[in-house]
């Protein structure tokens, strides 16, 4: 009897469950502090996700540790669909390879739920360096094995491993300056402390449009209709192409019926007008996916930078 009991229950809650939710608010956690990029892309959805669900999204900033300690908390949450995280391409991916001991698992303990966005890096220099585009840096690198530099915004970021693949597949010597940040990487950039600088069109865009800084090539695969006159960076080094992703996972053991309610109202979020506009202006577009398409693009990513991080002998406590 206890055991039909059981089965009664592992077959049936979850749709109980899944009927009447969302039954009161939901605690999305942002992994980095208000007013980052993380944080201003979690709010673009906010409200329009809020509107779908029929109760409030909240957004719980837990920041620290390169989004560590807010991803932890998120794998360790209740799996009932009342707790979720705005995760990226850093703690749900890169992490995977560049800490020996991490608290949680980005595959195990984590169901994704969507993609939201990709974010494609620009790789920029001051106009004062004559880097005039992308063939003219490798040919200056390879020219030199010691005229280049570039800028992060700290050991073992994005831009940081971004900038090493570049430099691999582009055979040329390029000395890392890592910063504190993007604010002192893109003013040293800016006053051609450094020769180049992968930044994101959240970042930089500005900077680029007042032709304060020269954008080389964006780091997408295809050219940005937002950008349409800029080269992508394979046109001159085929097969590069990175995007750093932002994406709302569960943690694992979420009942699939929730997943699947709350991927539904993700996507439609993504498809307003207001979503699209607001992502429009910091230069960047919507991404949806299937929770499925999400699970292969961060197992794909895990596989990609961690080869990347080996070569370059990238580790971090």
């Known amino acids: 009897m206890r055991a039909l009991v059981l089965l009664l229950t592992v077959l049936f809650a979850s749709p109980v469950l899944a009927e009447g939710y969302p039954e009161r608010s939901i605690r999305m956690i942002v992994p980095y502090p208000a007013g980052g990029s993380t944080d201003i892309l979690a709010r673009a959805i906010l409200q329009p996700l809020t509107e779908i669900l029929g109760k409030p999204v909240i957004i719980d900033n837990k920041s620290g540790a390169g989004g560590i300690i807010g991803t932890t908390e998120a794998a360790r949450a209740t799996p009932d669909g009342y707790t979720i995280v705005f995760g990226n ?13 991490l608290a949680y698992d980005p595959v195990r303990d984590f169901v994704p739920i969507s993609k939201v966005v990709d974010v494609p890096f620009l790789l920029v220099t001051a106009p004062s360096t004559g880097i005039k585009s992308v063939g003219d840096l490798i040919a200056r690198g390879k020219k030199d094995p010691t005229a280049l530099t570039y800028a992060s915004v700290g050991l073992g970021s994005a831009s940081h491993v971004t900038a090493e693949l570049f430099r691999r597949q582009a055979e040329i010597e390029m000395r890392h300056i890592p910063y504190r940040g993007g604010a002192p990487a893109t003013n040293d950039t800016l006053a051609g402390q450094v020769s180049a ?14 032709g304060m800084l020269k954008s080389l090539g964006i780091s997408s695969a295809t050219r940005s209709p937002l950008f349409p006159d800029m080269p992508t960076i394979n046109e001159t080094l085929p097969g590069f192409q990175v995007v750093v992703w932002f994406g709302v996972l569960a943690p694992a053991g979420t009942p699939p019926e929730i997943v699947a309610k709350l991927n539904d109202a993700i996507v439609r979020a993504l498809a307003t007008p207001v979503v699209k506009e607001t992502l429009s202006k910091l230069g960047v577009e919507p991404k ?4 499925e398409e999400f699970a292969a693009t961060i197992r794909t990513d895990i596989d990609k930078w961690a080869k990347v991080v080996k070569d370059a002998n990238i580790t971090l406590e």
Not at 197 to 210: A, C, D, K, R, W
Not at 288 to 291: A, E, L, R, V
């Open 89 to 101: 391409l850093g703690p749900n991916a890169l992490n995977a390879s560049l800490y020996k001991k």
């Open 288 to 291: 949806s996916s299937t929770p």
């Open 197 to 210: 600088y992968f930044i994101t069109p959240l970042e930089g865009i500005g900077q680029v449009q007042s």
